[in-house]
């Protein structure tokens, strides 16, 4: 670009002269271009350690037999591409300097640097640039987020330098005293030809919806690794050959020969819905990943299945308007756009896309064709981060409060159900100062309470504990559902209480097995939970219990025992008791004859929150009420809203500073439906949702 930029100043300046003098003087080299050829492309650590040659797709390895038998002439051809790796890849090259008829000039003797296009440099500046003596070298660029048709440049120009709060920086972010230290770098002569050569194109896979969103690093879900390029997902068939899925091997363990059932299908990209800045998308054919549980992932709980709940296959296309002519369902042949972080959710910025079937020019019964192929995953309490044991931990009460939660990353943007959640009971004006914001917080180390985050102003700690008694249920609000109200106006944002752990017959949540005991009821005798509830960080512990069958209930210590005397539980019903004193277990006797299969499930309710924002789907929804309101109807509404609990459907979204940091964003009110409370009616709008 510079050598361009600086060749159309001298034109239009009418400096220029074909005998290679600028003004009467020679330019500084006669070099006019590189040679430049790949002579091995690895996978390789930070530290350039363990070069591993680079895998191409699968479908390629499946042509030959194995990875290792594919021919190296066919390796990163259109028909053999390599693959994406997350890591870091070397490109090893060879390097000759040419005059300006192409011939080896020999006279050449200094450094050129190098770039990518497309990708980023990666690794220190010693891997940035190359001395050449005698018009030739051979040299290793460290290269990451490559895709589609590569070329590496060399250049007779200095190297490319990142920098950051004044100092050198990696292309990836990380300081390091070798990469960073000037005295790494070649020599500035302050003269440069800016003569360039590439290399031939080598070709890797084509970015995938998957590809942008899955992170690189199993402890940060904030950022996409192709952040800040400008890429395109997909293409019309007359442009060429459209995208069509590469899954990874490894689908199934016990059968290496099984394939992912989407491999090799036509990537399917439909719009899942609209709002006034732009519009979602999702790949219906994405490929199923692997859920890893090795060090470093921070799965507190793995995936029954082995696979993460979502593909990474969804995005959220900013427009910075309304996508007019597009309506959920519609199919897009592609979309392209710059990869930008906001707020911690990915998504396309600048964009434009390719429509390839209209939905809404179809009979209307077809209307939600593809809508009805999406796997809408209902997201659970396993999602969220919770360990499968009975003992609490802080972080509970947030649902993906990690930032190393890839569980949650993996369904972003997508649409995902919330199962008999509670809407709040309280909204807290937590501004005490009137200036529209409140502090937000962070767990303290070592699984102690929630507390300041280490940068926020301390003359504000009455507001950070007001927001922090509220949203996650301490002090006044203990076991209630409290949203903060500043955010509310602000945002349109309030959280929901998720399903505690517990059986779905009764409407709670069975992902994790662990933090029910089960108790097997006897008429003649009492039984009691084996292991002791104990309270946590997050205020006094709420119990429910639930029986099939009719019991009589006591809690106390490890002693305890119930009797005929006791506290009537009916069948099928749910008690719910917050411990007080030295109670830690839960005796049940059967009250008469036992029925169904004889059990009790006792759980500690881990009150995890997430928020939702309902202000442009549901308008109508009045959620900041009041019970007591002097308008007969509208207290009625209010205590019809908080005696129900819900399903609401909608786009999951990350908020970075958020308190829950996931957002549910339903589409309409068609999104949202209840459960009636003792009053067996839903509040305006809301349909009531069918039988389960």
Not at 264 to 288: I, N, Q, R, S
Not at 473 to 488: D, F, P, Q, S
Not at 604 to 627: F, G, M, Q
């Amino acid at each position: 670009m510079k050598r361009l930029l600086l060749l159309a100043a001298l034109a239009g300046a009418g400096c220029y002269s074909t005998d290679g003098k600028i003004d009467g003087s020679s330019l500084d080299s006669d070099v006019g271009s590189f040679r430049v050829e790949v002579k091995g492309i690895y996978t390789v650590t930070d530290t350039g350690a363990n070069r591993t040659p680079l895998s191409v797709v699968s479908s390629c390895s499946a042509r030959y037999g194995s990875p290792a038998e594919v021919p190296v002439a066919v390796r990163g051809t259109p028909d053999c591409r390599y693959a994406i790796p997350k890591s870091a890849m070397d490109i090893d090259l060879a390097i000759t300097a040419l005059d300006r008829n192409g011939e080896p000039l020999t006279s050449f003797n200094g450094p050129v640097s190098f770039r990518v296009v497309p990708g980023n440099l990666s690794g220190p500046y010693e891997t940035r640039w190359k001395q050449l003596e005698n018009g030739q070298g051979d040299g290793t660029v460290r290269v990451k987020h490559l895709y589609g048709e590569v070329r590496v440049w060399v250049q007779d120009e200095p190297p490319q330098l990142e920098y950051s709060d004044g100092g050198i920086r990696y292309t990836d972010g990380g300081v390091r005293s070798d990469g960073g230290d000037p005295n790494s770098l070649p020599q500035d002569s302050g003269t440069h030809s800016y003569a360039t050569g590439l290399t031939a194109p080598v070709y890797f896979e084509e970015p995938t919806l998957a590809r942008v969103q899955e992170p690189e690093v199993y402890n940060d879900n904030r950022i996409s690794p192709f952040s800040g390029q400008f890429l395109t997902v997909g293409r019309p068939p007359e442009s060429g050959t459209p995208l069509l899925q590469n899954c990874p091997p490894g689908y199934d363990s016990r059968d290496p020969s099984k394939k992912d059932p989407n491999d090799g299908k036509l990537a399917t990209l439909v719009v899942t819905g609209t709002d006034p800045g732009g519009f979602f998308v999702t790949d219906l054919t994405a490929c199923k990943v692997r859920e890893y549980t090795g060090s470093g992932s921070n799965v507190r709980t793995p995936e029954p299945t082995g696979f993460m709940p979502g593909t990474y296959g969804s995005i959220y296309i900013y427009n910075y308007s309304f996508p007019e002519g597009l309506y959920p369902g519609d199919l897009l042949w592609s979309i392209s756009g710059s990869v930008q972080e906001f707020t911690a959710t990915t998504q396309l910025t600048f964009p434009a896309w390719i429509i390839r079937e209209k939905v809404r020019e179809l009979p209307p019964a077809e209307w939600e064709k593809y809508l009805n192929q999406l796997n809408v995953v209902e997201l659970n309490l396993r999602h969220c981060g919770l360990d499968n044991l009975v003992a609490p931990y802080v972080t509970d009460s947030l649902c993906g409060y990690s930032y190393g939660n890839l569980k949650m990353e993996s369904m972003e943007s997508a649409l995902v159900k919330l199962r008999r959640v509670r809407m709040p009971e309280i909204f807290e004006n937590c501004d005490t100062n009137g200036d529209g914001s409140v502090p937000f917080f962070c767990p303290g180390a070592g699984g102690a309470a929630y507390t300041y985050c280490g940068e926020e102003n301390q003359a504000e700690i009455a507001e950070r504990t007001c927001n922090i008694n509220c949203i996650v249920g301490l002090g006044k609000h203990a076991g209630k559902v409290c949203a903060e109200r500043n955010t509310y106006n602000g945002f349109g944002q309030f959280v929901v209480e998720m399903a505690a752990p517990g059986p779905r017959e009764a409407g709670f949540d069975d992902s994790l097995d662990r933090r029910t005991q089960v108790i097997t009821v006897s008429p003649l005798e009492s039984r009691a939970t084996p292991t002791a509830i104990t309270t946590g960080v997050n205020g006094p512990a709420q119990v429910r219990v639930w029986c099939d069958t009719p019991v009589r209930v006591k809690f106390g210590t490890a002693s305890v025992r119930a009797t005929i005397d006791d506290v009537p539980l009916a069948a099928k019903a749910v008690m719910e008791h917050t411990m007080t004193g030295t109670e830690q277990f839960v005796a049940v006797l059967a009250d008469g004859d036992v029925i169904n299969r004889g059990q009790c499930h006792v759980s500690l309710n881990s009150r995890t929150r997430i928020n939702v924002v309902t202000r442009d789907a549901v308008p109508d929804l009045v959620v900041d009420c009041n019970e007591n309101d002097s308008n007969a109807d509208a207290a009625k509404q209010c205590q019809l809203l908080r005696t129900a609990t819900y399903n609401i459907t909608g786009h999951l979204r990350q908020v970075s500073a958020a308190r829950p940091r996931w957002i549910i964003s339903p589409r309409d009110a068609d999104d949202v439906c209840c459960f009636p409370g003792p009053e067996g009616a839903c509040p305006r709008p809301i349909k009531q949702c069918p039988a389960e």
